[in-house]
């Protein structure tokens, strides 16, 4: 959603305590949590700071905004209520009646229902409209758990004690520091050092990938892809535009760009070509649907 949703007005509306969170299904089979949350809960904008916001603190928190006349949300919400049992409370569906709580549907610029929103660290992560089919909700529930692995605080235990955070990675911490303070140079040599002990670390071999990026675009001329356009046959500049056009979210057309000057390289080049868009590809998760695209007119290029 990349910030467009601006939650903070709902903060004021959180007069009243809390509502008790609803419990798993009646009957003898329920799924029943393994921490101290219940997996699915009905919120209202009174206890929307409460219930979403600030329990997203600890666990990822997936909006289910839904109304009673919508067909396609008495498909929906049941499949993901199942799922959220499945989770055992390590993520909780929060069920939202758009027409009982119009201030949140508007916070959220709700068009159509049903909506569902992942809010991590009290920010939107990502969304959608309309039904899908559980094993897409599956697809992206574990990309979006495996995306915010380790940045929240966790659940509560069951038997409501609080669990110890896990320590740190110096090594990490040294890394994300120098990042921070803009030293590329030093944040991709803290990863590389993690890397000489641990070549298959994904954690820094990915952070890596992200360093070496962020530091070439800080490069990147204002006219990087004008000057592209205009040296067709120049591949550090084709280069260069696929960067500025990846660091404006316009990953297709980066990824465009790149595969069209395959078409027109051999050898060599076109190796080289070849070895900075699959640099790119790296920098996105395998199932995301502008890869895949890509992937495939990659593959035509060449073959």
Known sequence: MSG?????????????PPSAPAGPPAGDSAPVSTTGLA??????????????????????????????????????????????????????????DVDANPGIAQAFGVQSVPTVVAIAGGQPLADF??????????????????????????????????????????RFVAAENALDEGDFAGAEAAYNLIL???PANEQALAALRQVRFLG???????????????QLDSIDAQFAAADAELYSQRPEAAFDRLIALVRR????????????????FELFDPAEPVLV???????SALY
Do not use: Y
């Open 4 to 16: 467009a949703v601006d939650l903070s007005g709902l903060r004021d509306r959180a007069q009243q």
């Open 39 to 96: 997996p699915v809960i009905d919120v209202t904008e009174a206890t929307f700071q409460a219930e979403v916001l600030e329990r997203s603190m600890q666990v990822l928190v997936i909006v289910d905004l839904w109304a009673t006349w919508c067909e396609p949300c008495k498909q929906l919400s049941p499949v993901l209520e199942q799922l959220a049992h499945e989770g055992g409370g390590n993520w909780v569906l929060a069920k939202i």
């Open 129 to 170: 409209a309309g039904a899908q089919p559980e094993p897409q909700l599956r697809q992206w529930i574990a990309a979006l758990q495996e995306a915010v692995k380790g940045k929240l605080a966790g659940p509560p235990s069951a038997d409501g004690a609080e669990q110890e955070p896990e320590p740190e990675d110096p």
């Open 196 to 198: 000489n002990s641990e």
């Open 216 to 230: 070439r675009v800080q490069e990147l001329p204002d006219d990087a892809i004008t000057a592209a356009d205009a």
């Open 265 to 280: 390289t051999a050898g060599d080049d076109r190796t080289a070509v070849r070895t900075r868009l699959l640099e790119l």
């Open 293 to 299: 695209a890509a992937r495939r007119k990659l593959a």
